[in-house]
């Protein structure tokens, strides 16, 4: 299964690669140009990792109340009190996840509640390993206005491959937890940023690999 969010980008590098094959094919058999074929893989390779890194695994979403599940796939860099300068705009508590290439890029409502808010800010295109990419880089915030009273927001992060954001639900929406709300495409970094004065016991650790809907980041010590 793949995402709609990559529909333009796998018809587009699909026809590229089938392009690029047939001429690599066809100047191989020219006197002198034998050794193109040696290059044929490249393009086949081009196609199957498009496909390999827009696919949309269908997950069973296993919720139960006062969880908090983790918004995309990747490896958790931070678990810390951070400034969140666009909603909160304050210290707040925050937990980053790094996606790799090989990670799935769908991103997911980490609770049940209602979005309240989104906003897109323009930015750098820097590596999303480096620090300061969690600041000046291009993102986009979605807030989610919890069931048990507190907002939330899930912050998509580009990083110097993934050149688009693509913000999937809008003001007014309901979501249920695991509902897909987005990709960033090719590479970046998915952040989730709580209240500070919310109690949240955290059942991550810093390096571990969580995967978006699936995995549990904590639970609240008090809720409704």
Do not use: W
């Amino acid at each position: 299964m793949f995402t709609p969010y990559g529909k333009r980008e796998i018809l587009a590098l699909t026809f590229l690669s089938l392009v690029v094959f047939i001429v690599l094919l066809a100047l191989s058999k020219r006197e002198g140009l034998a050794f193109l074929k040696y290059f044929l893989f490249l393009p086949v390779l081009t196609f199957l990792f498009t496909l390999f890194f827009f696919r949309d695994p269908k997950r069973k979403i296993v919720y139960k109340p006062c969880e908090i599940l983790s918004p995309c796939d990747g490896f958790v860099s931070h678990i810390d009190t951070a400034y969140e300068p666009y909603f909160f705009k304050k210290k707040v508590k925050r937990i980053s996840i790094f996606m790799t290439m090989f990670d799935v890029h769908v991103q997911r409502s980490p609770l049940k509640g209602t979005v309240i808010y989104t906003e897109h800010h323009k930015g750098s295109f820097l590596n999303a390993q480096k620090e300061e990419s969690l600041e000046k880089n291009e993102n986009n915030i979605i807030v989610i206005q919890s069931e048990y009273g507190f907002p939330v927001v899930v912050k998509q992060i580009a990083g110097v491959f993934a050149r688009r954001i693509v913000c999937a639900v809008k003001k007014g929406d309901r979501l249920n937890p695991g509902d897909k709300i987005g990709m960033v495409k090719f590479g970046s970094r998915g952040e989730i940023y709580l209240p500070s004065d919310v109690e949240f016991e955290v059942y991550v650790n810093k390096g571990q690999h969580v995967k978006g809907g699936l995995t549990v980041l904590g639970r609240l010590k008090r809720c409704r």
